[in-house]
Protein backbone atom coordinates (compact mmCIF):
# COMPACT_ATOMS: atom_id res chain seq x y z
CA UNK A 1 0.00 0.00 0.00
CA UNK A 2 1.51 3.76 -0.65
CA UNK A 3 0.37 7.14 0.92
CA UNK A 4 -1.88 9.44 -0.94
CA UNK A 5 0.50 12.98 -0.56
CA UNK A 6 -1.00 16.63 -1.87
CA UNK A 7 1.35 19.08 -2.04
CA UNK A 8 -1.07 22.80 -2.44
CA UNK A 9 0.15 26.41 -2.56
CA UNK A 10 -2.68 29.58 -2.79
CA UNK A 11 -1.89 29.64 -6.71
CA UNK A 12 -1.42 25.27 -7.54
CA UNK A 13 -1.39 21.88 -6.64
CA UNK A 14 2.00 21.71 -6.61
CA UNK A 15 1.91 17.44 -6.49
CA UNK A 16 -0.51 14.63 -6.30
CA UNK A 17 0.94 11.41 -6.26
CA UNK A 18 1.28 8.16 -4.14
CA UNK A 19 4.31 7.38 -2.42
CA UNK A 20 5.74 5.75 0.48
CA UNK A 21 6.61 8.18 3.21
CA UNK A 22 7.06 11.65 3.39
CA UNK A 23 8.73 13.79 6.45
CA UNK A 24 7.06 16.70 7.33
CA UNK A 25 8.74 19.58 8.85
CA UNK A 26 6.39 20.11 11.82
CA UNK A 27 5.88 23.32 13.75
CA UNK A 28 6.54 21.39 17.13
CA UNK A 29 9.55 18.85 15.13
CA UNK A 30 9.72 16.64 12.11
CA UNK A 31 7.48 13.70 11.88
CA UNK A 32 7.00 10.48 9.74
CA UNK A 33 3.65 10.37 7.89
CA UNK A 34 3.45 6.08 6.36
CA UNK A 35 0.00 4.63 5.13
CA UNK A 36 -2.38 4.27 8.00
CA UNK A 37 -1.04 7.29 10.14
CA UNK A 38 -3.43 8.42 12.87
CA UNK A 39 -5.28 11.59 11.74
CA UNK A 40 -3.48 14.72 12.69
CA UNK A 41 -3.13 18.25 11.72
CA UNK A 42 0.25 20.22 12.47
CA UNK A 43 1.85 23.51 11.30
CA UNK A 44 4.47 23.78 8.87
CA UNK A 45 7.79 25.40 10.34
CA UNK A 46 8.93 28.80 7.95
CA UNK A 47 12.53 26.83 7.43
CA UNK A 48 11.37 23.19 6.69
CA UNK A 49 11.47 20.93 3.79
CA UNK A 50 9.23 18.09 3.25
CA UNK A 51 11.54 14.68 2.44
CA UNK A 52 9.46 12.55 0.33
CA UNK A 53 10.04 8.78 -0.26
CA UNK A 54 9.03 7.43 -3.02
CA UNK A 55 9.73 4.15 -2.59
CA UNK A 56 10.90 1.92 0.90
CA UNK A 57 14.68 1.95 1.09
CA UNK A 58 14.61 4.88 -2.06
CA UNK A 59 16.69 8.28 -1.18
CA UNK A 60 14.40 11.17 -0.68
CA UNK A 61 13.29 14.07 -2.80
CA UNK A 62 13.93 17.47 -0.03
CA UNK A 63 11.00 19.96 -0.98
CA UNK A 64 11.34 23.46 0.36
CA UNK A 65 8.43 24.81 2.24
CA UNK A 66 7.68 28.01 4.20
CA UNK A 67 4.68 28.05 6.14
CA UNK A 68 1.03 26.33 6.25
CA UNK A 69 -0.29 23.20 7.38
CA UNK A 70 -0.29 19.63 7.27
CA UNK A 71 -3.29 17.49 7.70
CA UNK A 72 -3.11 13.34 7.86
CA UNK A 73 -6.77 11.89 6.94
CA UNK A 74 -8.13 8.91 5.77
CA UNK A 75 -7.50 9.64 2.08
CA UNK A 76 -3.28 10.21 3.01
CA UNK A 77 -1.46 13.52 3.28
CA UNK A 78 -2.21 17.13 2.53
CA UNK A 79 0.23 19.62 3.11
CA UNK A 80 -0.81 23.30 2.14
CA UNK A 81 2.42 25.52 2.05
CA UNK A 82 2.49 29.46 1.79
CA UNK A 83 5.37 28.91 -0.70
CA UNK A 84 7.24 25.86 -1.92
CA UNK A 85 10.62 26.28 -3.41
CA UNK A 86 11.82 24.37 -6.61
Known amino acids: M ?3 FEL ?4 RLVRSEDVYMV ?3 GGE ?3 G ?3 GHAPVMSTIRDDGALMVYKTEGAAPEQIKVRGGFAEVGDKGLTVLAEHVEG
Open 8 to 11: VTPA
Open 23 to 25: VVP
Open 33 to 35: VLV
Open 29 to 31: GDF
Open 2 to 4: SLH
